[in-house]
């Protein structure tokens, strides 16, 4: 999942905290990636069996949005798969953040002055259902990355993530921010990326979790320090999250596959460098 094909794939820390009424499975606090890889397909199906009767139901949208992307970019290799389980995944994102904002039903083809006007006027009760929206929508993108259309749409996404900071940005362990620093260190500076703002927020997510969130310092790594070709930072950083200990609450399995992503990276630093 090294690279540009996994810019989203661990984000798994917000699968279930949307939903209110149903109790945090063991799965985040698991070390064991490839038992939760195995077991996830029994929430799907629990999901579109309960959404069969419940259609409108905005919380069951957002958890069935979010298992569906997080399981599609983080453990579906197939392309046409991965791309039917974020399509899936927008979608349910799409119907549940309609039922709360208003607004967000015409989100993709509202011009940008109206998007920025709406996206402004959120509120910190509105944080849970826009961070899911944003984040179904990035999962589409990525599993889209081969169409140009499909990129554009950042720009309608990078707003609304940067309200949801505003408003509470250590939602999700810092999601918000750390999408955010994603998305400026997609491009060089040269094509209008901002690297710098992006370290910023990775630093920033860090600082929120005290260091426990691994994957903030894997895409601290392989986002900022390679772009900018500074290996001691690359090699600091990935050398950290492979002797941290991995178990946090709520991040624990995120953080097993950080450190799996490290040891790649780390593997690899000879031949980028």
């Not at 990636?33 to 069996?49: C, E, K, S």
């Not at 958890?63 to 039917?84: E, I, M, P, Q």
């Not at 083809?109 to 509120?123: C, G, I, K, S, V």
């Not at 950080?258 to 990276?265: N, S, Y």
């Amino acid at each position: 999942m090294v690279g540009l094909g996994g810019w989203w794939a661990p984000l798994l820390g917000g699968v279930w905290g949307v939903v209110g009424w149903f109790p945090p499975p063991p799965i985040l606090e698991s070390d064991d990636p490839a038992t939760v890889r195995d077991g996830a397909p029994a929430y799907l199906i629990m999901l579109d069996a309960l959404l069969r009767r419940s259609r409108k139901n905005a919380d069951l949208l957002r958890a069935a949005a979010s298992l569906n992307g997080a399981y599609a970019t983080a453990f579906v290799a197939d392309d046409s798969r991965r791309r039917a389980f974020a399509t899936k995944a927008f979608d349910f994102a799409l119907r549940a953040t309609c039922l709360d904002i208003a607004w967000t039903c015409e989100v993709r083809t509202l011009n940008f002055a109206d998007l920025e006007r709406h996206t402004m006027a959120l509120q910190r009760e509105d944080v849970p259902a826009a961070y899911a929206l944003a984040t179904a929508w990035a999962g589409w993108i990525q599993a889209h990355a081969d169409d140009w259309n499909a990129i554009a749409d950042l720009a309608r996404i990078k707003p609304i993530l940067h309200r949801v900071a505003e408003l509470d940005e250590a939602h999700d362990h810092g999601g918000p921010r750390l999408y955010l620093g994603v998305f400026e260190t997609l491009l060089p500076p040269s094509s209008g990326g901002r690297p710098e703002t992006g370290r910023e927020h990775f630093e920033r997510v860090i600082e929120l979790t005290a260091g426990r969130h691994l994957m903030a310092k894997v895409f601290y790594a392989e986002s900022y320090a390679r772009m900018v070709l500074d290996r001691d930072l690359h090699d600091r950083l990935l050398t950290e999250v492979l002797s941290a200990d991995p178990r946090a609450p709520g991040l624990t399995l995120m953080n097993t596959i950080a450190q799996e992503e490290a040891r790649a990276l780390l593997e690899s630093s000879d031949d980028y460098f």
